[in-house]
């Protein structure tokens, strides 16, 4: 607590207060700094006597196996005839947070469908994987279980995925038009399970 040292004999409000400084050592957290460089030291040397196994992995030769809920590359799904399932609704892009799914609509010869995506675009480098996409598609057009995460690439461009690389991915979905009939997550994520 600081002391009064002397009033101030010019003007009653106002007092002159000395403020109690702490010793040296304390002021300069000498002693902290030390036990700080003293942990240091001690884990340095640990880690010098001691020999244990790295834990670098050696990508892309080496792969930890991914999670089962693990979000990869994006894949549009097939109808059984081979055309894409997606009906350009417009869904995946409005609840995207990021921005990065540009679909450009067209109209369809199939009197079942009335659009179809003329263009689908991800781009992959702005796309966080937060899976809303495939949450919000009504008739299960797109899925990020691919199992493969973005690769590298030098030029922007080169990131941004096409419709016809993601259907390249994809594969004849198992759910009916309309999410009527058998749950996808039943069947497998790839296609009928092979027990």
Not at 104 to 124: G, L, R, S, W
Request: aromatic share 4%; charged share 30%; net charge neutral.
């Amino acid at each position: 607590m600081p002391r009064v040292v002397a009033d101030s004999h010019r003007n009653p409000k106002v007092r002159t207060v000395a403020v109690d400084r702490p010793a040296p050592e304390r002021a300069t957290f000498l002693r902290a700094s030390l036990q700080g460089l003293g942990v240091t030291v001690k884990h340095f040397f640990r880690n010098v006597t001691t020999q244990r196994d790295v834990e670098t992995i050696q990508y892309p030769e080496e792969k930890r196996p991914y999670p089962p809920r693990h979000r990869g590359l994006h894949r549009l799904m097939k109808r059984p005839d081979g055309r894409v399932r997606c009906v350009a609704c417009m869904c995946c892009p409005t609840v995207c947070p990021a921005h990065c799914i540009t679909i450009v609509p067209a109209e369809t010869d199939d009197p079942t469908v009335e659009k179809y995506p003329a263009v689908f675009e991800i781009d992959e480098l702005r796309c966080v994987v937060c899976g809303l996409c495939e949450e919000a598609c009504p008739c299960d057009a797109i899925r990020m279980d691919s199992g493969l995460h973005a690769p590298p690439v030098e030029f922007r461009g080169d990131a941004i995925e096409t419709k016809e690389s993601m259907l390249a991915r994809g594969d004849v979905s198992t759910a009916t038009q309309g999410g009527v009939g058998p749950d996808w997550r039943e069947v497998g994520p790839l296609g009928p399970r092979r027990d």
